[in-house]
């Protein structure tokens, strides 16, 4: 019995799925490294770094808080429309 009978066609090739979970993975490991060797040759100090991060992070949280008060809004004025004009329909019935 030859190797190929005993083990079958075996191939290298990787599956779409495995290809782009690798590549994936590389680019995450990638971009730690990079942001870890952007942060020790930083010309900020780490108190200046953290306080620089702690404000953009609480610019961040303030926009996200106020794009969803005024989807809250939104969306209630278009439920209120709706109820508007189901209201009308309902009541024929």
Known sequence: MSDYKKYGEYSNE?????SVKTAITFLAIGAGIGA?????FS???GA?????????????RRGLS????????????????????????????
């Not at 870890?36 to 020790?40: A, D, G, M, Q, T």
């Not at 008060?69 to 309902?90: C, D, F, G, N, Y």
């Open 14 to 18: 990787r599956s779409g799925f495995e």
């Open 36 to 40: 870890l060797v952007s942060l020790l």
């Open 43 to 45: 010309p900020r100090s």
């Open 48 to 60: 200046e770094i953290r306080q620089a991060f702690r404000g953009k992070l609480n610019d961040a």
């Open 66 to 93: 106020d794009q969803t008060l005024r989807i809250r809004r939104r969306t209630t004025a278009i439920a209120s429309q709706a109820r508007e004009k189901v209201m009308p329909i309902t009541r024929m019935q």
